[in-house]
């Protein structure tokens, strides 16, 4: 089972909608977890932490599911500007903490 | 203003020749990485160091090497050694957790 997965998509969506990716991960001692934006030949960029209790800054909303060892998130009235590779990151706590990247999720959206 | 510095940001070299990546940041962060990423791939983990003088392998050390002399700076060597050394090279710095990287090295070999 690979460390990090997500469903590359794309996710083609119109402007206003509601999208949701998900991500799972395979280590369950895995602490800290985030996700990326990246825009296509750029660097990533961190859009948000994602913390047990589930979190949210703007339009955005990211959750956390020990149980079943999955992040998700949750982008309300789609922008044009949120047409990007969303990466899915977690720590992989190998000897000594580092962070494991999935190949990213990405999302088109169109007027 | 405060960041990560990668240079250059394209580099083309003939197959065979060592190069060299900088990368500086003036974060005062003491965790520093090196990460590639290929088309369709997640980024892969080369090096990384924790404090000045010590730095660990990653998942794709071979064919690389680097050097921490100085808390600000973590220069990357890709070496003859590694096989396919076309890619898009990131490197990154690091408060505690969370990576803020710099704008990446785009290296094609010829």
């Known amino acids: 089972r690979k460390e990090v997965e997500q469903d590359p998509g794309p996710f083609n969506v119109p402007e206003g909608a509601t999208v949701a990716f998900n991500c799972t991960y395979s280590?369950?001692?895995?602490?800290?977890f985030f996700w990326y934006r990246q825009d296509c030949r750029k660097e990533p960029k961190l859009l948000m932490s994602v913390y047990s209790s589930g979190n949210e800054d703007g339009r955005f909303t990211a959750q956390l599911n020990r149980a079943s060892q999955y992040i998700s998130l949750l982008i309300r009235d789609s922008k044009l500007s949120d047409s990007a590779t969303y990466l899915c990151v977690v720590d992989s706590y190998s000897g000594y903490s580092t962070l494991t990247f999935g190949k990213g999720t990405m999302l088109l959206v169109s007027p | 203003d405060g960041g990560i510095t990668q240079s250059p940001k394209y580099l083309f070299r003939k197959e065979g020749q060592n190069v060299t990546l900088s990368c500086e940041q003036n974060l005062n962060h003491d965790a520093m990485y090196w990460y590639r990423q290929d088309p369709g791939q997640g980024l892969r983990l080369i090096y990384y160091s924790q404090i000045v003088n010590d730095f660990q392998k990653g998942d794709i050390a071979e064919g690389y090497s680097v050097s921490r002399e100085k808390k600000e700076s973590f220069p990357l060597t890709v070496t003859s050694a590694q096989k396919n050394p076309t890619a898009f090279y990131l490197c990154a710095s690091s408060p505690s957790r969370e990576l803020f990287f710099g704008e990446g090295s785009r290296l094609t070999v010829l």
């Open positions: 280590n369950s001692a895995s602490q800290s």
